[in-house]
């Protein structure tokens, strides 16, 4: 609450550093300022939507997470106009480099100031970029809310025992591989039309968008946030191609030694081979993490053994958590919070490691200033 209150404090005077921006000529002191007061805000609103949005993603039945995370997107929404502004005084600043070398403070957001540069030219209007952000609450951040919403209270009719039972989807992707790979299809149809609803509208919002600001595609978008060249994707796509042959040959000769003819069914594409029966309880699991992390780096384990011990992750799956799993690097308190839906097989110790992996790699910018901790997907 304390922090919902200073963002409402810091977004007004935000909001008048903006709006005075055009008569300041000083530009080595407006960029400081501007460096200063960003970093400021954008850690206070980060905090209260990471938090609001953590907790919606573990109960999204939980109504006072769902306020709050309305109200922290509404803040959001009133630095996009203000932000517009700042970003394209910025980008129309002459020799800007030279500026930047002339400031300690500058040079070490130097990347982060080019960047905006860069932005700018995909700026739309103050005014424009204000009601983008406005609508997108109710457009393609709503309709994610409710996907989220309808999947996670998805019950699945699965039959255990001689005894049909209804367990959360969340639960049942868990067996994907066993029985229930048909069950979680056939439930599929109660939510499709809402679900498709959804997509539709998040896609429609990013399509629209995109050929607003002036970018060929949303994948020219994609590329340019992800900092990365066309050819160079390209180039990744072309060779996991060239690969597929391999994994065709492998899942192929797997399908004969399970019998099947025609090739390998969905089901069983981690099927084991032989009598080998590994079950890995979260206990063994997380104790199999962090000896193998240690093989490589004992900071890399010591900071597994701190998610562990802090409580970090959210393990279990339940009805009205979401799908999946992933690691939200939280810079601002110096720790990451990683959501599992943890299902006692060594396919879910990957998992793990893998989202512990994501949370050492904040773990390692925990020290770098804020607005240089940001990275693309």
Not at 80 to 101: C, L, M, V, W
Request: glycine share 6%.
């Amino acid at each position: 609450k304390k922090d919902m209150k200073k963002c409402d404090e810091l977004i007004e005077k935000y909001i008048s550093f903006a709006s005075s921006i055009s008569d300041n000529k000083d530009f080595t002191t407006m960029l400081e300022n501007y460096v200063k007061l960003y970093t400021e805000l954008s850690n206070t609103i980060s905090k209260v939507l990471n938090y609001a949005s953590l907790v919606l993603s573990v109960d999204t039945n939980n109504s006072e997470a769902q306020k709050n995370i309305e109200m922290s997107e509404e803040k959001y929404s009133r630095i996009a106009e203000p932000t517009a502004k700042i970003i394209k005084f910025i980008g129309d600043i002459e020799n800007i480099s030279r500026i930047i070398d002339g400031s300690k403070l500058l040079k070490e957001h130097e990347y982060f100031l080019t960047s905006i540069v860069e932005e700018s030219k995909y700026m739309l209007s103050d005014k424009e970029e204000g009601i983008i952000a406005k609508m997108r609450t109710t457009g393609s951040s709503a309709w994610s809310k409710m996907k989220n919403l309808i999947t996670s209270n998805l019950m699945v009719d699965i039959e255990e025992d001689d005894e049909v039972k209804q367990l959360p989807l969340t639960v049942v992707r868990n067996l994907a591989y066993h029985k229930a790979y048909e069950a979680e299809l056939k439930a599929y149809p109660k939510v499709e039309e809402a679900v498709a609803a959804a997509l539709n509208g998040i896609k429609g919002e990013v399509i629209t968008v995109a050929a607003l600001r002036g970018f060929e595609s949303p994948l020219h978008e994609t590329l340019i946030k992800s900092r990365m060249e066309k050819q160079t994707l390209d180039a990744m796509i072309a060779a996991m191609k060239e690969s597929l042959p391999v994994f065709r040959k492998y899942l192929r000769r797997k399908a004969e030694l399970l019998g099947y003819k025609n090739g390998l069914p969905f089901y069983e594409l981690f099927a084991p081979i032989g009598n080998v029966e590994m079950a890995f309880d979260y206990e063994k699991g997380k104790n199999f993490v962090e000896e193998n992390f240690r093989t490589f780096s004992d900071k890399l384990g010591d900071y597994a053994r701190s998610a562990f011990e802090g409580k970090w992750i959210d393990v279990q799956p339940r009805e009205g958590k979401v799908g999946g799993a992933f690691c939200s690097n939280l810079h601002s308190i110096g720790e990451s919070r990683i959501m599992l839906n943890y299902g006692n097989t060594f396919s879910d110790v990957v998992t793990m490691a893998h989202e512990l992996g994501h949370g050492y790699h904040g773990e390692c910018l925990k020290n770098e200033r804020f607005l240089n901790s940001d990275y693309p997907m």
